[in-house]
């Protein structure tokens, strides 16, 4: 595993989700989370000319002035549509957890807010009538880029039907109904997520661009970046850099997955770092006149808000009602966006 995450084909379950060795792949992929809390998925609609579209036209934003930028920054909505500026989202303090690690395998410890931007485009359909408009507001729309919207759709679309298709596939390896788990995140508050990174104020080893964290949504995914730096926690300790195949998407366990199954399957830890490898990359980069900005393909996929967070029937006993109490997913996400700061109540 120290190669990295382990790659499952899902076109078996698309094809037929009831066949003999469609169930074999839900297994492993639950086995996999169970161990990992990560695994690489390879999808027959996944090219890596969409994942480009949008990988260009986010560099293109990102490099406007931050006079621009700051247009689109709602910090009225906590961040949750829009831009979020640099130094504004602050990794919660898991300083017990990184103290436990082996050296070899030792987290960047934050110091402080991270100096990168995002973006939150919801995907999806919202809830008509929902107690937290603030996770389910409308759509910023920068004025510069009329394809903005078309972009970010088809990319963010194919994104959440991976996710859908890996949260089938989870049910079923658990032996649960096939919707089991995406009767929950129908209207949630998914949102593709891309981070932006400037390489060329901040490209010195070992700066930390995400610090170590998990994510506190139910499952989110990746596609590939153009610049590596992202480390994974497996459930025994080990750090294992991700490289994600061409035509393969990177998807992490969140804290959401976690609280559904009695954390038999854990959120996974993760950081973006500048490693000795992003400054080759960035080397060849200004030799060929790229772009120096580092974005991250990220979508959230969430448990819808008004949706409460219950334990799958395999995981529901007493013992882990106590740690993963019943609770309004947007209750968690509202306490969570408060931890990190992006919340001010």
């Given at each position: 595993?120290?190669?990295?995450?382990?790659?499952?084909?899902?076109?078996?379950?698309?094809?037929?989700?009831?066949?003999?060795?469609?169930l074999?792949?839900?297994?492993?992929?639950?086995?996999?989370?169970?161990?990992?809390?990560?695994?690489?998925?390879?999808?027959?609609?996944?090219?890596?000319e969409d994942?480009?579209r949008?990988?260009?036209?986010?560099e293109?934003?990102?490099?406007?002035?931050?006079?621009?930028?700051?247009?689109?920054?709602?910090?009225?909505?906590?961040?949750?549509?829009?831009?979020?500026?640099?130094?504004?989202?602050?990794?919660?303090?898991?300083?017990?957890?990184?103290?436990?690690l082996?050296?070899?395998?030792?987290?960047?410890?934050?110091?402080?807010?991270?100096?990168?931007?995002?973006?939150?485009?919801?995907?999806?359909?919202?809830?008509?009538?929902?107690?937290?408009?603030?996770?389910?507001?409308?759509?910023?729309?920068?004025?510069?880029?009329?394809?903005?919207?078309?972009?970010?759709?088809?990319?963010?679309?194919?994104?959440?039907?991976?996710?859908?298709?890996?949260?089938?596939?989870?049910?079923?390896?658990?032996?649960?109904?096939?919707?089991?788990?995406?009767?929950?995140?129908?209207?949630?508050?998914?949102?593709?997520?891309?981070?932006?990174?400037?390489?060329?104020?901040?490209?010195?080893?070992?700066?930390?661009?995400?610090?170590?964290?998990?994510?506190?949504?139910?499952?989110?995914?990746?596609?590939?970046?153009?610049?590596?730096?992202?480390?994974?926690?497996?459930?025994?300790?080990?750090?294992?850099?991700?490289?994600?195949?061409?035509g393969?998407?990177?998807?992490?366990?969140?804290?959401?997955?976690?609280?559904?199954?009695?954390?038999?399957?854990?959120?996974?830890?993760?950081?973006?770092?500048?490693?000795?490898?992003?400054?080759?990359?960035?080397?060849?980069?200004?030799?060929?006149?790229?772009?120096?900005?580092?974005?991250?393909?990220?979508?959230?996929?969430?448990?819808?808000?008004?949706?409460?967070?219950t334990?799958?029937?395999?995981?529901?006993?007493?013992?882990?009602?106590?740690?993963?109490?019943?609770?309004?997913?947007?209750?968690?996400?509202?306490?969570?966006?408060?931890?990190?700061k992006?919340?001010?109540?």
């Amino acid at each position: 595993m120290e190669s990295g995450p382990v790659v499952i084909d899902v076109s078996r379950f698309l094809a037929d989700p009831t066949s003999a060795e469609a169930l074999e792949d839900c297994k492993k992929l639950v086995k996999t989370l169970q161990e990992t809390s990560c695994l690489v998925i390879k999808h027959p609609k996944v090219n890596e000319e969409d994942n480009s579209r949008f990988l260009d036209m986010m560099e293109k934003y990102y490099e406007q002035p931050v006079e621009e930028l700051m247009k689109d920054v709602h910090p009225e909505w906590s961040y949750q549509l829009g831009a979020t500026p640099e130094f504004t989202e602050e990794p919660r303090d898991h300083s017990e957890v990184i103290t436990k690690l082996l050296p070899q395998y030792a987290a960047h410890a934050p110091k402080g807010a991270d100096p990168k931007w995002r973006f939150f485009w919801r995907i999806g359909d919202r809830p008509e009538d929902t107690k937290f408009p603030e996770l389910n507001c409308a759509p910023v729309i920068p004025k510069a880029f009329p394809e903005w919207q078309n972009v970010m759709d088809s990319w963010g679309s194919l994104m959440l039907s991976s996710i859908e298709t890996v949260s089938e596939m989870i049910a079923t390896g658990y032996n649960l109904p096939k919707d089991s788990i995406t009767n929950l995140m129908k209207n949630g508050p998914h949102l593709l997520a891309p981070t932006g990174s400037d390489l060329k104020r901040f490209g010195n080893l070992d700066q930390i661009f995400a610090g170590f964290h998990y994510d506190f949504n139910l499952l989110t995914i990746h596609g590939k970046s153009r610049y590596p730096g992202l480390y994974i926690w497996l459930r025994d300790g080990t750090r294992v850099p991700v490289k994600v195949p061409n035509g393969c998407l990177l998807l992490q366990a969140g804290k959401q997955l976690e609280w559904i199954t009695g954390g038999d399957i854990l959120a996974g830890f993760h950081e973006v770092v500048v490693t000795e490898d992003t400054l080759k990359v960035m080397e060849k980069s200004k030799d060929e006149g790229k772009s120096l900005w580092r974005i991250s393909s990220t979508l959230f996929g969430h448990v819808a808000s008004d949706k409460n967070l219950t334990l799958l029937e395999p995981f529901n006993n007493p013992q882990n009602l106590e740690k993963y109490p019943n609770i309004l997913a947007g209750k968690q996400s509202e306490a969570e966006l408060e931890m990190i700061k992006l919340s001010k109540k």
